[in-house]
């Protein structure tokens, strides 16, 4: 006899027999073993706002001990919340995401449902679940990707100061001081910012990556800082936790940090200095475990003597500084980025094995790369694709071709140039696939995937 049926003979006035009071006894056992493996923190109010029953959870949560919960005012924890009228009343159950509950002289910012619990058709109270806000975010860090994939062994150089910048930045890494690392645009910042995290004891934490550039100036604000329900026309009910809130226990990386506006420059060297973060509209502020390293193609010294960026926030941020060098400067490893690069690409591509000619390897060392790393690695991948054999051989007419279409439309991605040189084949071999995939020297089976990922109509082509 399951723990319903009990109950129902109790609800009808049925003598209860000495098995049926053990059987009572085993379930309500079973139902507290299993409250006490939950995860998140549960509460059982009655209509009083009384506390009557929690899991061990909530002793973690709350740092308090069983008797000083039961003694809890809970219309001061939920003082922003109208219990009675919404769920005692109105029988609905709600969900408030990133709520801040008051225990104490603790605040503990969470996530919480409550739902009211009935019997014969009347409110006796609510169940409180209860999940800590920064386990929740660590959570939805791991399923949208903010994690750092790259590290230290996956930049590739031979160049003798590049490998001095590593050494340098693995040791750094086992700290927590500020990292500015300044390179021209290609030249891998992002990439070292992510090797370091992962180097650090950071690296279980999430690395949240801003482009300040990206930001509209009237949004950065509240892009950093986060900011509460009503603050502002549009702001969103129950409030935004900002890019600090979500790097918590982790590492926030600053790209393009020069194009930070002069007035949001001293609220974020006070966050830093602080340790500290105030959403706007807030009232308080929440403290902050969060490691920065921030990047710049700008020469910051040369903005700090127009008065484009302030002196304090530079020496703030510029702890430790690694200068990365342009590809012009290193140019033992253009020959052996190429290579990586190329050989990625045949893995990609199965039942083909493109190469560099004797030439191209010459134009490539020989070419200026102003776009560094980032430029070859699409000079190659162009050279790849639109290479009717196994050669690659004519840098000047990809280089040409790239700057024609750079000023015909910025839009175009390796997608594009894909499907374009597909399609292109398709016509020259009027619509006959095979002899299409032979011409591009990829197999059967890759053209007809690539033919049905990119909705190519072979017969109106």
């Not at 109790?10 to 507290?32: A, F, H, P, V």
């Not at 050989?343 to 990609?348: A, G, K, S």
């Not at 040409?400 to 140039?417: I, M, N, P, R």
């Amino acid at each position: 006899m399951d723990i319903k049926m009990l109950m129902e003979k109790l609800k009808n006035g049925d003598t209860l027999t000495r098995e049926m009071r053990y059987e009572i006894l085993e379930s309500y056992k079973l139902i507290d073993v299993a409250w006490d493996s939950i995860l998140n923190g549960l509460i059982i109010i009655d209509t009083d706002l009384r506390v009557k029953k929690f899991n061990h959870k909530i002793l973690e949560l709350f740092q308090m001990r069983e008797d000083e919960i039961f003694k809890l005012d809970m219309s001061h924890v939920l003082k922003d919340i109208d219990v009675v009228d919404n769920i005692f009343i109105n029988k609905r159950k709600f969900a408030y995401s990133d709520i801040t509950l008051i225990i104490g002289l603790r605040k503990i910012d969470c996530f919480m449902d409550i739902t009211p619990v009935a019997f014969n058709e009347k409110v006796i109270g609510a169940v409180l679940v209860i999940r800590e806000s920064k386990q929740v975010r660590k959570e939805i860090n791991k399923l949208v990707g903010f994690r750092a994939n790259y590290t230290f062994d996956k930049i590739i150089t031979k160049n003798k100061t590049m490998l001095e910048l590593i050494n340098t930045a693995k040791r750094i890494s086992k700290t927590d001081c500020s990292v500015l690392i300044e390179g021209e645009s290609g030249t891998g910042k992002e990439l070292f910012a992510q090797s370091i995290h992962n180097e650090s004891q950071r690296r279980n934490g999430p690395f949240i990556a801003i482009n300040c550039a990206a930001i509209p100036k009237e949004l950065v604000e509240s892009e950093f800082f986060g900011y509460e329900t009503g603050s502002f026309t549009g702001a969103i009910k129950g409030g935004m936790p900002g890019k600090f809130e979500l790097a918590n226990g982790g590492t926030l990386f600053l790209d393009e940090i020069g194009e930070i506006p002069m007035e949001i420059q001293p609220k974020l060297l006070r966050v830093l200095d602080e340790k500290k973060v105030m959403r706007i509209g807030g009232n308080y502020q929440r403290k902050l475990d969060v490691r920065i390293i921030a990047a710049t193609n700008r020469n910051l010294l040369n903005e700090m003597s127009k008065d484009a960026f302030r002196q304090d926030l530079y020496f703030r941020l510029n702890v430790i500084n690694l200068r990365l060098l342009p590809l012009k400067r290193r140019r033992e490893d253009i020959l052996v980025l190429g290579q990586y690069f190329l050989e990625q690409l045949n893995q990609e591509n199965s039942e083909v094995n493109k190469y560099f000619t004797e030439k191209f390897v010459k134009k490539l060392q020989a070419y200026k790369w102003e776009g560094n790393v980032r430029e070859l690695k699409n000079i190659v991948q162009r050279g790849y694709y639109m290479s009717m054999s196994d050669q690659i051989d004519d840098i000047e007419a990809l280089a040409k071709e790239k700057e024609d279409h750079y000023h015909k439309s910025e839009g175009e991605t390796l997608k594009d140039l894909e499907r374009n040189s597909i399609e292109h084949a398709l016509l020259l071999n009027k619509g006959n696939a095979v002899k299409a995939a032979e011409e591009l020297r990829i197999s059967k089976a890759t053209i007809y995937r690539k033919i049905k990922a990119y909705d190519i109509h072979v017969h109106s082509v």
